[in-house]
């Protein structure tokens, strides 16, 4: 019997983006200050939504419990480091349903900024006891929706545009005008249960009606997508993304129910610009049968289960998307990098440490470098107390495909003082400090940057350092592991099947520009720049304009300034380092 062969270099390519979590951003929410309500904090925080908008300002909106019941907001005018108290949007009040004396309680709000400038947001509501009953529970759920036109300042009255059980509404804007609302569209019960689907209503004239009407209805819903087995269906919790280039449309789904939960959850589903999720019938076959079929529908990830999928598309066009569940077996909130088509999410990577019992998250772009990421968190102060929700929010940074252009000298090292990221490579999930990269050439060195920023330096040997370290493969002629500390000493390997041979230490010293102390734990230091000129001769010879590298990216820190203090790794998520066509390329230009 024969092994199956190995992939080649050039059929592993898994894209153009990783991203690497900053642990240095990473906050959590417990409690918050409300600066609008007859209470002065807030301690149960849920379903976090965090966006850029136009002005630079980050809007965060949330929830108070898990299935409602109010309504927040809080903004950051500083690139998430700091937020405003939170304001009060819309209150739970007692009420009249079907059943008789009830609560009017609401859940689930998610927002977009138009091109116009002006944020629409909306929210699930419903009657407590009255979505309950079975028979009229058409009639004691559905949609509002506010307006602002001030970047969050200030909020229109609240509007109902919808009637219908439902749950988690979300936003998607079309070149044309045409804004959509995407819904799980929970209308029909059958043996006391929901047999959801979810259904898009549509508007085109800036949200003022709904399928042509101020308030439109569970009639009015075009399904998109239902996922059937064993006679129910549901799937659910969309959002949407506009694929560049006139690709299309494509919403990730949980595809799940509390008596079936699906291995394929979760899902995306696409649809073209020309059809639009139109059809002839207005979708009452899917409702009926379930669908759209394969790939029009597909699994995101075959080593992947979760569920509450949100996502979000970068500036250069992949698309993202954050779910939280079990990937190869490991719980967590996990993200996805996609394509520019929406499909082919790989290059996995862990939003948060502590986030294995993480639910309900959200993740946008918030420039072309970062991304932010959120979770809810389901928590006990004590054993005895009551389960409560506190939020985690945490950047990540875009490490891209490089070009590189050859250059006549060796190029120049920024400051650590007045250090410019824009465009670098970065590790920093590992706390503390963090690590970036830079790369350059010319036709006698392969020059390798990096900026280490720690407040304690340590340095004995390059493995035994505060360091970042690179494994570099060519197509055909090996790969080798290169480190460089604060001392200015590197070491680069070689790799020879299962081990690394040492072809030199200080092949020439690195030029190093120390900001702090070496060794000394007492120091407050901000780290080192080191600038490693690598002989191509060591390297497999000179390079051709063309040629594309591929480069994993690792950083080492240590836990103190003693030789045998422990020295911890960190690599780039989403990467194998057994499989060069996994890394990210940097191209000779």
Request: charged residues 25%; aromatic residues 12%; hydrophobic residues 35%.
């Amino acid at each position: 019997m024969f092994a199956a062969a190995l992939p080649a270099f050039a059929d592993i390519h898994r894209g153009d983006v990783r991203i690497a979590w900053d642990q240095s951003t990473f906050q959590v929410m417990d409690s918050v200050a409300v600066s609008n309500a007859d209470y002065k904090i807030e301690p149960n925080l849920c379903y976090p939504r965090a966006k850029h908008l136009s002005d630079g300002s980050i809007l965060l909106s949330f929830e108070n419990d898990h299935y409602g019941w109010d309504v927040y907001i809080r903004k950051s005018y500083d690139g998430g480091k700091t937020w405003t108290d939170a304001r009060l949007l819309r209150k739970s009040h007692d009420c009249e349903s079907t059943v008789g004396a009830d609560k009017k309680v609401f859940v689930n709000p998610d927002y977009i900024q138009l091109a116009s400038g002006r944020i629409l947001m909306a929210w699930q509501w419903r009657y407590k006891k009255g979505y309950n009953d079975l028979p009229n529970t058409n009639r004691n759920c559905g949609i509002e929706m506010i307006y602002s036109d001030d970047s969050g300042e200030t909020w229109s009255e609240p509007r109902e545009v919808y009637r219908g059980r439902c749950w988690e509404p979300a936003f998607l804007e079309l070149p044309s005008g045409e804004i959509q609302m995407y819904i799980t569209d929970s209308q029909e019960i059958k043996d006391k249960g929901s047999f959801a689907c979810t259904s898009v209503i549509r508007s085109f004239d800036g949200g003022k009606t709904w399928q042509g009407k101020e308030m439109c209805d569970n009639l009015d819903t075009e399904p998109i997508s239902r996922t059937r087995w064993n006679g129910r269906g549901m799937d659910g919790m969309p959002t949407a993304v506009l694929l560049d280039g006139g690709r299309g449309i494509v919403v990730p789904l949980e595809t799940w129910s509390g008596r079936d939960v699906y291995d394929i959850s979760p899902i995306v589903v696409r649809t073209t610009m020309d059809i639009n999720w139109k059809t002839a019938d207005r979708g009452a076959a899917l409702r009926a049968n379930g669908g759209p079929d394969y790939p029009m529908k597909k699994q995101v990830n075959k080593d992947f289960k979760g569920f509450g999928p949100y996502s979000c598309k970068l500036s250069s066009g992949e698309m993202v998307i954050l779910s939280n569940g079990m990937y190869k077996n490991e719980s967590g909130v996990w993200v996805l990098v996609g394509d520019k088509d929406g499909d082919n999410f790989n290059c996995v990577s862990s939003a948060f440490d502590d986030g294995a019992d993480g639910y309900w998250g959200s993740i946008d772009a918030l420039n072309a470098n970062e991304l932010m990421a959120t979770c809810s968190y389901r928590y006990r102060e004590t054993p005895e107390s009551a389960q409560r929700y506190k939020i985690m929010l945490i950047k990540g940074w875009l490490n891209r495909s490089r070009t590189i252009v050859r250059s006549k000298k060796a190029p120049a090292v920024q400051s650590l003082r007045e250090f410019k990221p824009d465009g670098l490579w970065m590790l920093g999930k590992g706390f503390p400090g963090k690590v970036y990269v830079d790369f350059a050439y010319d036709p006698r060195y392969f020059y390798l940057t990096s900026y280490v920023f720690t407040d304690n330096i340590v340095s004995y040997s390059p493995e035994n350092s505060d360091a970042a370290q690179i494994l570099l493969n060519r197509a055909g002629k090996g790969t080798w592991k290169i480190t460089v500390n604060a001392k200015g000493d590197y070491t680069v390997y070689k790799e020879d099947a299962s081990s690394w041979k040492l072809l030199c230490w200080e092949y020439g010293k690195a030029e190093v520009k120390l900001f702090g102390s070496v060794n000394d734990d007492a120091g407050a230091d901000v780290g080192y720049s080191a600038l490693a000129a690598l002989p191509w001769d060591l390297l497999g010879g000179a390079p051709k304009k063309g040629e594309q590298l591929r480069i994993h990216l690792r950083r080492i820190w240590k836990s103190g300034a003693k030789v045998k203090a422990k020295a911890c790794r960190e690599a780039t998520e989403g990467e194998n380092p057994d499989y060069p066509g996994e890394w990210l390329g940097v191209t000779l230009k």
